[in-house]
Nanobody, 124 residues
Framework: QVQLVESGGGLVQAGGSLRLSCAAS????????MGWFRQAPGKEREFVSA????????YYADSVKGRFTISRDIANNTVALQMNNLKPEDTAVYLC?????????????????WGQGTQVTVSS
């Protein structure tokens, strides 16, 4: 099992930036990819971004492409999500997740471990 702890959320004005971080501990050697998902009130959880742990291949939802950047630090077992040009529609709880298998990275059902989430609020 992998334990995940997110940090870096907060309140920001539209057009601003935030950087989320996810610290992983436990059986991290079994991780195939790390992902970020988000869930807004009354909406389903949606894929935001993911990165393969070994090769560093990145994946983005169309809604954040060009604004968000995911990165990983293997030595410190952390994944970061740099969010620029934030919009009110980015407001949500952001969750970090880890997957061991090779299923598609944008499906939350393929992830094995989840963090508690961090709130991101973007004001207009």
């Amino acid at each position: 099992q992998v334990q995940l702890v997110e940090s870096g959320g907060g309140l920001v004005q539209a057009g601003g930036s935030l950087r989320l971080s996810c610290a992983a501990s436990g059986r991290t050697f079994s991780t195939f990819a790390m992902g970020w998902f988000r869930q807004a009130p009354g909406k389903e959880r949606e894929f935001v971004s993911a990165i393969s742990w070994s090769g560093g291949r990145t994946y983005y939802a169309d809604s954040v492409k060009g604004r968000f950047t995911i990165s990983r630090d293997i030595a410190n077992n952390t994944v970061a999500l740099q969010m620029n040009n934030l919009k009110p529609e980015d407001t949500a709880v952001y969750l970090c997740a880890a997957k061991k298998g090779i299923g598609v990275v944008y499906a939350d059902g393929n992830y094995d471990s989840w963090g508690q989430g961090t709130q991101v609020t973007v004001s207009s």
